[in-house]
């Protein structure tokens, strides 16, 4: 796993205070970080990770030492680092299980590094029974051991938990620096700005978009806002048996684009120079939508948009969905 603090895009405020706690001998044995969803706060925590086990002296983690080669290593080796991940098909979950196995590995003493590391990610998803076993051991730790816990809801978990770790905060990402990050990886300068402005602060979603054609999804769900008023009863069956056969995954993804698109509208109704556009490439093909679309018609395409990501997370057919969802926008 990557370990180096350079490597991190951005959130230069909390990593300076991270290091400097952990220079000066400052470090709780617990911390929760809390922020966004794939802004890099799993990252962080590694380095956080890596520098506490690092066996070498100055900036820490060294990257050479016994340590750091086992937490870089493919297979994850380490034996004095641990983290735990929501397992399930259905349902994402942290079982008692999970935490029981991790408090008695924890309890042990470590045998390469000066101590144990515990990285719970995704902490909110922690059952009941797990939170508990979790918070007795955050009051009574045994050992020297360190636990980071990483979560995007924190007020999902226990307020006695919470109370327990020093929270450190991570924002969005600014656009500037994802583009830049995405450029470093061989996308195009201009794909590059456009992704980063349509991820909301997040590397991961940025990198999820481009992976499955999110603007190609975003130039389709503008295209229909374009011919919306021309559909066809034959157009909307066509559409919906193609678009039937997409994957939930990409047809949520379609729809949160026409959701974007129409909220932009409305934006563009307050203020025409806005800069809180979503799709701020897009301004003046949207500014050309404003006569066909009125605040009425936004609103309520807006409301059919969001029924529709609502009952696609139950088990509906979803080429049914798409139809009828074509059919009362037409009827705007």
Partial sequence: MEIAWHKIIGHRRPITRLRTLLREG????????????????????????ASLLCLGEGELPCGRCASCRALRAE??????FLELHPEGKAVQTIRIDAIRQMQTTAARRPTLSRRRVVIIDDAQCMNEAAENGLLKTLEEPSGAVTFILVTSAKTALLDTIISRCMTIGFGMLPEAQ????????GISAQDAARLASLSDGSFSRALALEADDGLMLRDDALAFLRERARFTPARVFERGAAMGEWPRERLSEWFLCVHTLLRD????YGNGASPLLYHKDLRQVLAALLPEYSEQRVFALVALTEEAQHRLLSNVNTRLLVEGFFLRCMEQ
């Fill in 265 to 268: 509208l409305l934006v563009l």
């Fill in 26 to 49: 400052r470090l709780p044995h617990a911390l929760l970080f809390s922020g966004p969803e794939g802004v890099g706060k799993l990252r962080v925590a590694r380095a956080l990770a």
């Fill in 178 to 185: 994802l583009a830049a990050a995405l450029e470093a990886r």
């Fill in 75 to 80: 297979d994850g080796a380490h034996p004095d």
